[in-house]
């Protein structure tokens, strides 16, 4: 099993950063894609950004240009630096790792969410 553990979620008026992680711990071979996305109340999951093993990074149309999402495969890690936070980035921000566990299996597994909420 592969799990995915949030951290720096928080509270921050419009204008601020917040820096997200997430480590994936377990019985990991390889992961081949990480992303972000999140979900506000009333709305449907979207996706925020994503690196592949490679480094290619894509992003959502809402954020380009705000947010840069990188990887630390040494410590199988992903981050997520937001920059000029809009209160439409108030959200539970979800991480989720896609790869090979120890047994060369297909793995697609998610964390708890974190909770960002930006202030007007």
């Known amino acids: 099993q592969v799990q995915l553990v949030e951290s720096g979620g928080g509270l921050v008026q419009a204008g601020g950063s917040l820096r997200l992680s997430c480590a994936a711990s377990?019985?990991?071979?390889?992961?081949?894609?990480l992303l972000w996305s999140r979900q506000a109340p009333g709305k449907q999951r979207e996706l925020v950004a994503s690196i592949t093993s490679a480094g290619r990074t894509n992003y959502g149309d809402s954020v380009k240009g705000r947010f840069t999402i990188s990887r630390d495969n040494a410590k199988n890690t992903v981050y997520l630096q937001m920059n000029s936070l809009k209160p439409e980035d108030t959200a539970v921000y979800y991480c989720?790792?896609?790869?090979?566990?120890?047994?060369?299996?297909?793995?697609?597994?998610w964390g708890q969410g974190t909770q960002v909420t930006v202030s007007s």
């Open positions: 989720n790792a896609q790869g090979l566990d120890a047994n060369r299996k297909f793995f697609n597994s």
């Open positions: 377990g019985s990991i071979f390889s992961i081949n894609a």
